[in-house]
């Protein structure tokens, strides 16, 4: 479809029209830096890698992603601190160890099929502690809904009536928002503590001294960190603390997840590398049952980056993709989403290509977005189903409908299948088994084939056609690309393989200093007039990233509404607030203000002068300059607001009448 110049509607075009009409707008802009290339988590491998290469055949390297927005903080942590910018646990690894660490990650509503894993870590005797603002339901305990994981059909059966789940946290540490590093400071000040006391009954100092480096430092910069400073911080009880250290002290495997609750803060970077502080103090990377394990949430997010997409290239990675397909990649890094939508903002980025996603909900700051995209001279989105980014287009505006991983993708050759990467390192072929929706969906390896044909023509060094006809042929030129993808083809046939992984799989670190490293980050209070407070985003059951569902979050007890902000019910009454009431909220960084209207009340377990709501539809308080230090990820998960009672509440109660009548 495309929404020409000009014109109300989209309208039908043919596919080889729309490559031409965005060939033409392409070669007409002042330069290849005029473009993006963005990228979702849902693109396989085999699209990534075309699509990167056809970028940089292009001359960018303007290739942001969905990364940018969540992990691209545990990938700098992790790089400096180990050398790789992955987590190093393999999924058997939680059979094995003695404790888990779930930080600022709500498995039940975000990852739910982590739940059978936690389960299973559980009954095979790991302890877990919740370290979340909010006392989620999914940390609490699970019922396993799959039938197929019980041998007496029975026992599934009496399960799912009478609601006897699997007790899952055995401590829950209630910390502030944004109070994670802290809380991991003070857990380690009681270990060192320990350790002084009675040598070896905390740390493994064989690990430390052979494997590591900067620990004096580190071990001097965490005992000189007064308690009054990490209680205030933390929100938490220094009897809370402790008993988080003891569960510690007693195991000799440990494993820490997290997912955005700690990759959207501006100090994001110095509190995962915090969490990798926790972990090289006993020894637990390299070894059985223990490591770091970043949770990601959608199906290729780390796939894509493994493949290439990375406004930051390597320079080894560019001197394999010259060799094996004859040109000079341009060496001028690129943008990442943010620096993305900020030169869309000013015109210098002028054609928006997304594969995938929806660019309207997902980044922050969702006004300035949406200016930035019209502002471009052409928008394209590949996209499985419609959304609202559709609805806010360049001059020209084109919706390019790709085959889903569930539909049959037929090429010259037959039947394809394609691959992804897990967030454990794992490659899995994903192949489709319902006939497509219709007959003029393409793949996405082949729209990104037609594209850079109609574009590059005769500068172009690949044969395009020749890949999209068979993708073993696009796996076979992976393979002499990027690193672990050896027998590519062979091996993914045979059964799914991991990566390797130096940090994990020989306790080698591949950064500088050769050593995994201690780092040391300074704790900051939180900044907040007497009438402000945190306020963290979540998501609902019924949601998957931007894709909304339903309008029920039944963990949470709320039903018929996202338009929610919680609050605990100490700061409700203090406020001269009633559950229920609508107020609006007023966002703060630096000098900017921004405001959304009629939000409802609710009382949530939740710790003092700390709030939540739902992503996306507070995105409209995150500011576009408000990002991650080192990371430049938007903070969505600590921002400073102001509450006040809605002026005007009719017109917003007429609203959520009609949709709940609608839902």
Same mark, same amino acid.
């Given at each position: 479809?495309?929404?020409?110049?000009?014109?109300?509607?989209?309208?039908?075009?043919?596919?080889?029209?729309?490559?031409?009409?965005?060939?033409?707008?392409?070669?007409?802009?002042?330069?290849?830096?005029?473009?993006?290339?963005?990228?979702?988590?849902?693109?396989?491998?085999?699209?990534?890698?075309?699509?990167?290469?056809?970028?940089?055949?292009?001359?960018?390297?303007?290739?942001?992603?969905?990364?940018?927005?969540?992990?691209?903080?545990?990938?700098?942590?992790?790089?400096?601190?180990?050398?790789?910018?992955?987590?190093?646990?393999?999924?058997?690894?939680?059979?094995?160890?003695?404790?888990?660490?779930?930080?600022?990650?709500?498995?039940?509503?975000?990852?739910?099929?982590?739940?059978?894993?936690?389960?299973?870590?559980?009954?095979?005797?790991?302890?877990?502690?919740?370290?979340?603002?909010?006392?989620?339901?999914?940390?609490?305990?699970?019922?396993?809904?799959?039938?197929?994981?019980?041998?007496?059909?029975?026992?599934?059966?009496?399960?799912?009536?009478?609601?006897?789940?699997?007790?899952?946290?055995?401590?829950?540490?209630?910390?502030?928002?944004?109070?994670?590093?802290?809380?991991?400071?003070?857990?380690?000040?009681?270990?060192?503590?320990?350790?002084?006391?009675?040598?070896?009954?905390?740390?493994?100092?064989?690990?430390?001294?052979?494997?590591?480096?900067?620990?004096?430092?580190?071990?001097?910069?965490?005992?000189?960190?007064?308690?009054?400073?990490?209680?205030?911080?933390?929100?938490?009880?220094?009897?809370?603390?402790?008993?988080?250290?003891?569960?510690?002290?007693?195991?000799?495997?440990?494993?820490?997840?997290?997912?955005?609750?700690?990759?959207?803060?501006?100090?994001?970077?110095?509190?995962?590398?915090?969490?990798?502080?926790?972990?090289?103090?006993?020894?637990?990377?390299?070894?059985?049952?223990?490591?770091?394990?970043?949770?990601?949430?959608?199906?290729?997010?780390?796939?894509?980056?493994?493949?290439?997409?990375?406004?930051?290239?390597?320079?080894?990675?560019?001197?394999?993709?010259?060799?094996?397909?004859?040109?000079?990649?341009?060496?001028?890094?690129?943008?990442?989403?943010?620096?993305?939508?900020?030169?869309?903002?000013?015109?210098?980025?002028?054609?928006?290509?997304?594969?995938?996603?929806?660019?309207?909900?997902?980044?922050?700051?969702?006004?300035?977005?949406?200016?930035?995209?019209?502002?471009?001279?052409?928008?394209?989105?590949?996209?499985?189903?419609?959304?609202?980014?559709?609805?806010?287009?360049?001059?020209? /505006?084109? &919706?390019? *409908?790709?085959? +889903?991983?569930? !539909?049959?993708?037929? #090429?010259?050759?037959?039947?394809?299948?394609?691959? %992804?990467?897990?967030?454990? /390192?794992? &490659?899995? *072929?994903?192949? +489709?088994?319902? !006939?497509?929706?219709? #007959?003029?969906?393409?793949?996405?390896?082949?729209? %990104?084939?037609?594209?850079?044909?109609?574009?590059?023509?005769?500068?172009?060094?690949?044969?395009?056609?020749?890949?999209?006809?068979?993708?073993?042929?696009?796996?076979?030129?992976?393979?002499?690309?990027?690193?672990?993808?050896?027998?590519?083809?062979?091996?993914?046939?045979?059964?799914?393989?991991?990566?390797?992984?130096?940090?994990?799989?020989?306790?080698?670190?591949?950064?500088?200093?050769?050593?995994?490293?201690?780092?040391?980050?300074?704790?900051?209070?939180?900044?907040?007039?007497?009438?402000?407070?945190?306020?963290?985003?979540?998501?609902?059951?019924?949601?998957?990233?931007?894709?909304?569902?339903?309008?029920?979050?039944?963990?949470?007890?709320?039903?018929?509404?996202?338009?929610?902000?919680?609050?605990?019910?100490?700061?409700?009454?203090?406020?001269?607030?009633?559950?229920?009431?609508?107020?609006?909220?007023?966002?703060?960084?630096?000098?900017?203000?921004?405001?959304?209207?009629?939000?409802?009340?609710?009382?949530?377990?939740?710790?003092?002068?700390?709030?939540?709501?739902?992503?996306?539809?507070?995105?409209?308080?995150?500011?576009?300059?408000?990002?991650?230090?080192?990371?430049?990820?938007?903070?969505?998960?600590?921002?400073?607001?102001?509450?006040?009672?809605?002026?005007?509440?009719?017109?917003?109660?007429?609203?959520?009448?009609?949709?709940?009548?609608?839902?």
């Amino acid at each position: 479809m495309v929404k020409r110049e000009g014109a109300s509607h989209y309208q039908p075009i043919d596919w080889n029209d729309a490559f031409e009409l965005m060939a033409r707008e392409l070669n007409a802009l002042p330069t290849p830096n005029a473009a993006a290339f963005y990228t979702s988590g849902r693109t396989s491998n085999e699209a990534a890698f075309l699509y990167q290469l056809f970028a940089r055949q292009f001359g960018t390297n303007n290739l942001p992603d969905c990364s940018n927005m969540c992990h691209e903080s545990s990938g700098v942590a992790l790089k400096e601190s180990i050398g790789i910018g992955k987590g190093c646990v393999r999924l058997e690894d939680f059979e094995w160890t003695d404790a888990i660490f779930i930080i600022g990650q709500n498995p039940g509503t975000n990852h739910p099929r982590m739940m059978t894993t936690l389960e299973r870590a559980k009954k095979s005797g790991a302890t877990i502690v919740a370290i979340n603002p909010i006392r989620e339901t999914g940390l609490i305990s699970v019922v396993n809904p799959n039938p197929q994981e019980y041998r007496n059909p029975l026992r599934f059966a009496a399960k799912m009536l009478f609601n006897h789940g699997t007790p899952l946290g055995d401590s829950w540490l209630p910390v502030r928002v944004n109070g994670d590093m802290a809380a991991m400071r003070g857990i380690m000040k009681e270990m060192l503590h320990e350790e002084e006391r009675r040598p070896g009954a905390a740390l493994d100092r064989q690990f430390i001294d052979q494997y590591t480096t900067g620990f004096e430092e580190f071990a001097a910069h965490v005992c000189a960190t007064p308690w009054d400073q990490i209680l205030e911080i933390s929100g938490l009880t220094r009897e809370q603390i402790r008993t988080a250290a003891e569960i510690a002290m007693r195991a000799k495997r440990i494993i820490c997840c997290w997912a955005m609750g700690l990759t959207q803060h501006k100090n994001a970077v110095a509190t995962i590398q915090e969490v990798m502080n926790f972990l090289l103090l006993g020894g637990n990377i390299g070894k059985r049952g223990a490591g770091p394990c970043p949770v990601r949430g959608h199906s290729n997010v780390q796939g894509d980056r493994t493949m290439g997409i990375w406004e930051r290239m390597t320079d080894a990675f560019r001197e394999k993709l010259s060799h094996e397909f004859q040109f000079s990649p341009p060496r001028e890094h690129g943008t990442n989403t943010v620096e993305t939508i900020k030169k869309m903002h000013e015109g210098k980025i002028q054609f928006f290509f997304a594969m995938g996603g929806n660019f309207l909900a997902a980044p922050p700051d969702t006004e300035y977005t949406a200016k930035a995209l019209h502002k471009c001279r052409v928008t394209a989105h590949v996209s499985t189903k419609l959304n609202r980014a559709h609805l806010i287009t360049g001059e020209i /505006g084109l &919706i390019l *409908p790709c085959l +889903g991983r569930s !539909e049959i993708d037929r #090429q010259e050759s037959g039947e394809q299948f394609v691959t %992804v990467e897990d967030s454990m /390192g794992i &490659i899995n *072929p994903s192949r +489709g088994h319902a !006939e497509p929706a219709s #007959q003029h969906l393409l793949s996405e390896p082949a729209i %990104v084939a037609g594209l850079a044909k109609a574009t590059l023509g005769s500068r172009s060094t690949v044969g395009w056609d020749g890949l999209v006809a068979n993708y073993d042929r696009i796996r076979d030129r992976i393979e002499r690309v990027v690193p672990g993808f050896e027998n590519f083809n062979a091996r993914i046939r045979k059964d799914v393989f991991y990566l390797p992984n130096d940090a994990r799989d020989r306790r080698k670190f591949n950064n500088p200093e050769g050593k995994a490293k201690f780092s040391i980050s300074q704790l900051t209070p939180p900044n907040l007039a007497q009438d402000q407070y945190l306020m963290t985003t979540v998501r609902s059951h019924d949601q998957f990233n931007t894709t909304i569902y339903g309008l029920n979050d039944r963990y949470r007890g709320v039903y018929n509404g996202r338009r929610v902000i919680f609050m605990n019910g100490d700061d409700i009454k203090a406020a001269g607030l009633r559950q229920g009431q609508l107020v609006d909220l007023t966002s703060y960084y630096k000098d900017e203000m921004r405001t959304a209207c009629h939000f409802m009340v609710a009382p949530m377990e939740i710790a003092r002068r700390c709030t939540a709501t739902y992503f996306p539809e507070a995105n409209v308080l995150v500011s576009i300059n408000n990002s991650a230090d080192r990371s430049n990820t938007p903070v969505s998960k600590s921002l400073v607001i102001s509450i006040a009672p809605s002026p005007d509440t009719a017109a917003a109660v007429n609203r959520i009448l009609r949709e709940a009548s609608q839902a």
